[in-house]
């Protein structure tokens, strides 16, 4: 990308501001998207609320031969602000495959959403966990030279922590790298096999990460997030559930939000969901968690994960979202036609 005095445009565009050239260079060579943009901390997702709500987990979008295609990014916001009411997400997690993701593409990924999210979304989250603490901490100080809201962390999950001090341990190296960054914790035992109780964890966990922010808690075990939220009630701490399928419990119990996948086709209504339940009209936020439940039941069945939600997400939105990488493989057409005519069945009480 040249200009016609024959500068180049991230040259041009770096000069007088306080920009790194290079980082502009791999910005701009980064895409040929529709709507340029810079990334740097003036770019940063500031002012912040606090973190409440959906929260959506971005699937990535890949070509068809399965480089990650940063072009759609832009009209993927659009969507999710437009479509789905939906103005938080939390990038290179699960759903995004960020652990099956070079350092490279995570870090174009994140650049991305900050910039095409500029002005439009509240909250962009990084999840920056990696088995190598090395690549973790680069990828934490990446985030926060791009103004990225907040950076999550799971739990390493080859060589496991045995305990909370070694967990935490962890966590600090990673955070203490983003020191202005909030940092949230990303609790997903069944992925991880890392099964420390988070109301374990929390004891005590400001002292040694002064930037804890929170949790993504993706576990079914709602002992264990009640007793966090129960005795956290001093802290400004947010609890962000990720059981899509039983979030109104999670809710009930005092959670403050949710991340999840479902969200990015079913924020509108999960949206209705949480106003239902803060009106309070319980039998409404029932009836919509039941219908989600509905879909979601009738699609697990199948075999569902994020092979069929980049498939789900691309019939819904119309946003090509490409295939899975290796080794999840892309859905079957009999999955999606099953799954479109289920979603198309639905009847929802605002008459969708
Ligand atoms: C394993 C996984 O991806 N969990 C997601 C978030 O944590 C959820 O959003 C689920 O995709 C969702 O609850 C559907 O089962
Ligand atoms: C669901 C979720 O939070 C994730 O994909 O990481």
Sequence with gaps: MWTTTGV????????????DPERCKTVFQAARRPHHCRVGKESSMTPRKKLEGLVAATVTPMTPDGQINLTVIHQYVEYLVSEQNVKNVFVNGTTGEGLSLSIQERKQLAEEWICQGKNKLDHVIIHVGALSLPESQELARHAASIGASGIAVIAPFFFKPTNKDELIAFLQKVA??????PFYYYHIPHLT???????ELLDGIKKQIPTFQGVKFSDTDLLDLAQCINKNESEQFAFLYGVDEQLLSALAIGANGAVGSTFNYLGRKTNL???AFAKPDLALAQKYQFLTVEFLSFVIKLGFGVAQTKAV???????PMGPPRLPLVSASEEFII???AKLDSIVWPDGD
């Design 313 to 319: 997400m691309t019939f819904v939105s119309g946003i």
């Design 193 to 199: 096999g890392v099964k420390i109780h988070v109301e």
């Design 176 to 181: 203490s790298e983003a020191p202005a960054v």
């Design 338 to 340: 099953k799954a479109k």
């Design 8 to 19: 180049p445009v991230w040259r041009r565009l770096s000069r007088g501001k306080d920009l």
């Design 273 to 275: 969901m949480l106003q």
